[in-house]
C-alpha cells in the first residue's frame, strides 16, 4: 500500500468514526455471532467477544441462539447445541457482560430451517424425528433444499412450535430484541407439505396442485409467514411491550423500482415491506452482502440503500455488511455509504473469534476524532427529515393535523424522496377533506413507491364515482 493510499485510508477511518461518535445516542453499531464458528461457546469466548465489540465501537450483538432447531441457551423445548457445556448459558453470560460495558445483546433466531447437515439429527427429540410431517417439500417432492431442512410456514403446529421457543426467550432473558433469520420460504418450489397443501386447497376452492409461480398460490404462502411475524410480534409485546422485534432480509441482486419485483417478494414470500409498515417488524436488518470491489455489486449495494429507505414504513434500517467478501477499507466504504443514504446503522457478519475479527478491532478501534464540520454535513438532510416525519406522526395521531402538516411537508423538503412522508401528508389532506391535494400526494407516494399498497387503495377511493 502506498503512503497515499495508506494516508487516504487514516482519513477515511477518522471521517467514520467521527461519524459513529457524533450519532452514538441513536447509530446502531452491530455484529453478528454466529454459532457456526467460536465466540461465545465459553466464558473466555464471551469475555474476548465483549472486548473486541467494545474496542471496535461496536454498541450491539446479535447472538445466535437457535441454529438448527437447538439451542444456545437454557432451554426446555429444544435440544442443548453440542458445542455448549450443560453447566454454562452464553446468552445469559453475554447479556450479564454485555450490558456492563454497555452493549445491547439481541437473540438471533433461526425460524424455518432446522437442519443443515447431510445425515438426519442423532437425537431422537430434535424437531426433524418428532415432526417429519411439519417438514417442508419441494414441487418435485423432495425434502432438502440447497441450504438444509425447512419446516413449512404453512402447517400450523410448525409455527406454533416456532413461535413458543420465541416467547420463552423473550419472557426469561433480559435480552434488548429478537431477531428472525431464515424467516422465508427456500424458494418459489417449496411449500408443498400435505399439511399445507390440504389448507390451501380448503381456502381456494382447488384440488390441483399449483404451480410454483402462480400468484395466488404465492400470496397464499407470504400470508403465512406473516402470519407468524405477526403472531410472536403481538405475543411477545404482550409480555414487554418495548423490546424489539426485528428481522435479517433478503436483498438479493439488485433493486428494483417496485417492491413487488424484489427478490424476498417475488422468490421466498418474504414480505418485509409489509411487516414494517404495519409495525410487525420494529427494525430491518436486510442482509446487503456485496463485494465492493465489484463494481457491479458495489452499485448494487447503493441501490439497496434507497430501497430500504423507500420501503421502511417508518423504521430504523441497520444495514448487514459482509466481512467475508470486504476487506477492512471495503467495510468502512460500505458503512460510509450506509450513513450517506441516511440509515440508522449496520450489523457485521459475522464476529466471532478469528484473526480478521482482530484485524477489523484495528482498524475500528482507533481513537475517533471529533470532527463536527463533518459530521453535520454526513446524512444531515434524512437525519432531520426523520425527525420531522416523527413529529408529523404525532402531531397526526393526536389529531393536530395542521401541525401534522407542518412537519410532514417539512420532511419532503429535507428528503424529497421521502415517500411514506407524501403519503402521510395525503392522509391529513384527506381529513381535511381536501381531495386535490390528497390525490396529488398519493400519485407521488406512487411515482416514488410503485409498491405501496396504501396509496394505491387511497388514489382507488378518491377516484370512485359516489
Known amino acids: 500500500m502506498t503512503i497515499i493510499r495508506k494516508l487516504s485510508f487514516a482519513i477515511a477511518l477518522v471521517f467514520v468514526l467521527a461519524v459513529g461518535v457524533s450519532c452514538s445516542g441513536e447509530e446502531l453499531r452491530g455484529a453478528w455471532l454466529s454459532a457456526w464458528n467460536p465466540g461465545y461457546f465459553t466464558a473466555d469466548q464471551v469475555d474476548a467477544t465483549i472486548a473486541a465489540a467494545k474496542a471496535a465501537h461496536l454498541n450491539a450483538l446479535f ?27 452464553p446468552l445469559a453470560y453475554t447479556i450479564q457482560k454485555a450490558h456492563a460495558q454497555g452493549i445491547k445483546v439481541i437473540a438471533w433466531v433461526n425460524a424455518y430451517r432446522v437442519w443443515t447437515a447431510k445425515t438426519m439429527p442423532a437425537d431422537p427429540n430434535h424437531i426433524v424425528n418428532l415432526h417429519p410431517d411439519w417438514l417442508n417439500m419441494s414441487h418435485e417432492g423432495s425434502m432438502r433444499a440447497s441450504e438444509g431442512i425447512y419446516l413449512d410456514p404453512g402447517v400450523p403446529a410448525a409455527c406454533d412450535h416456532i413461535a413458543s421457543v420465541v416467547v420463552d426467550i423473550a419472557s426469561r432473558y433480559d435480552v434488548d430484541g429478537i431477531q428472525w433469520d431464515y424467516i422465508r420460504y427456500p424458494g418459489r418450489d417449496w411449500g408443498y407439505s400435505d399439511t399445507a397443501l390440504a389448507r390451501y386447497y380448503a381456502a381456494s376452492g382447488t384440488n390441483t396442485k399449483p404451480d410454483p409461480k402462480d400468484p395466488n398460490w ?25 423490546l424489539m422485534i426485528c428481522a435479517s432480509t433478503i436483498p438479493w441482486g439488485d433493486c428494483p423500482a417496485d417492491f413487488h419485483d424484489t427478490s424476498p417478494y417475488a422468490y421466498v414470500c418474504q414480505d418485509w415491506k409489509l411487516w414494517l409498515e404495519n ?137 424529497p424522496d421521502y415517500a411514506e412522508a407524501y403519503f402521510r401528508l395525503g392522509r391529513c389532506y384527506l381529513k381535511e377533506r381536501n381531495k386535490a391535494k390528497a390525490k396529488e400526494m398519493f400519485e407521488q407516494t406512487l411515482r416514488l413507491d410503485p409498491s405501496h399498497e396504501d396509496a394505491k387503495k387511497e388514489l382507488n377511493a378518491i377516484s370512485e364515482p359516489k
Do not use: C
Not at 441462539?65 to 454454562?88: G, L, Q, T
Not at 400470496?219 to 404482550?238: E, P, S
Open 279 to 415: 409495525g410487525w417488524l420494529d427494525a430491518n436488518l436486510p442482509m446487503n452482502y456485496k463485494a465492493e470491489k465489484n463494481a457491479k455489486m458495489a452499485q448494487q449495494f447503493r441501490n439497496w440503500l434507497k430501497g430500504f429507505a423507500r420501503w421502511n414504513g417508518g423504521k430504523p434500517t441497520y444495514v448487514g455488511i459482509d466481512l467475508g467478501q470486504n476487506d477492512n477499507a471495503d467495510v468502512i466504504n460500505q458503512i460510509e455509504a450506509t450513513r450517506k443514504a441516511g440509515l440508522e446503522g449496520y450489523v457485521l457478519f459475522a464476529f466471532g473469534q478469528s484473526k480478521r475479527r482482530q484485524s477489523l478491532v484495528e482498524s475500528l478501534g482507533g481513537k475517533p476524532a471529533m470532527a463536527q464540520p463533518v459530521v453535520a454535513a454526513v446524512g444531515s438532510d434524512n437525519k432531520a427529515a426523520k425527525e420531522a416525519y416523527d413529529l408529523g406522526i404525532k402531531y397526526a395521531t393526536a389529531n393536530q393535523i395542521g401541525l401534522a402538516e407542518v412537519q410532514l411537508k417539512k420532511a419532503t423538503r429535507l428528503d
Open 63 to 89: 447472538i445466535q441462539v437457535r441454529k438448527n432447531a437447538d439451542s444456545y441457551y437454557d432451554s426446555k423445548i429444544e435440544p442443548r447445541a453440542a458445542e455448549v457445556a450443560p453447566d454454562f448459558d
Open 218 to 242: 404465492l400470496q397464499w404462502r407470504r400470508d403465512q409467514v406473516t402470519k407468524l411475524v405477526k403472531t410472536v410480534h403481538d405475543q411477545v409485546h404482550a409480555i414487554k411491550p418495548k
